[in-house]
Nanobody, 123 residues
Framework: VQLQASGGGLVQAGGSLRLSCAASGRTFSSYYMGWFRRAPGKEREFVAAISWSGGSTYYADSVKGRFTISRDNAKNTVYLQMNSLKPEDTAVYYC?????????????????WGQGTLVTVSS
């Protein structure tokens, strides 16, 4: 599967952005989907994940209550709604896909990655 992330940009602290990740192929619903991010000088870290049907979602503590992951299997797209953004949310955001549920928070467990979209939050 090929993944294309979009929706990044520059936003002031407290603002909102919605990221999208469009997937190619006809088996999108077979993949667990995740969002990760890499801030300058830091390792790539888990942000959120969503199950095949969208019935289960998981979040990093740092974004819980502010970010919402969702998916539309009919459109082969996963979303990340980001509210109450903080300067520390500044990073390149990546979407990723994997077949199984296990270890959804681990970078190396994902099979496919998008190219990343930059989110910059100004103070």
């Amino acid at each position: 599967v090929q993944l294309q992330a979009s929706g990044g940009g520059l936003v002031q602290a407290g603002g909102s952005l919605r990221l999208s990740c469009a997937a190619s192929g006809r088996t999108f619903s077979s993949y667990y989907m995740g969002w990760f991010r890499r801030a300058p000088g830091k390792e790539r870290e888990f942000v959120a994940a969503i199950s095949w049907s969208g019935g289960s979602t998981y979040y990093a503590d740092s974004v819980k209550g502010r970010f919402t992951i969702s998916r539309d299997n009919a459109k082969n797209t996963v979303y990340l709604q980001m509210n109450s953004l903080k300067p520390e949310d500044t990073a390149v955001y990546y979407c990723a896909a994997k077949y199984s549920r296990t270890h959804y928070y681990i970078v190396s467990e994902y099979d496919y990655w998008g190219q990343g979209t930059l989110v910059t939050v100004s103070s």
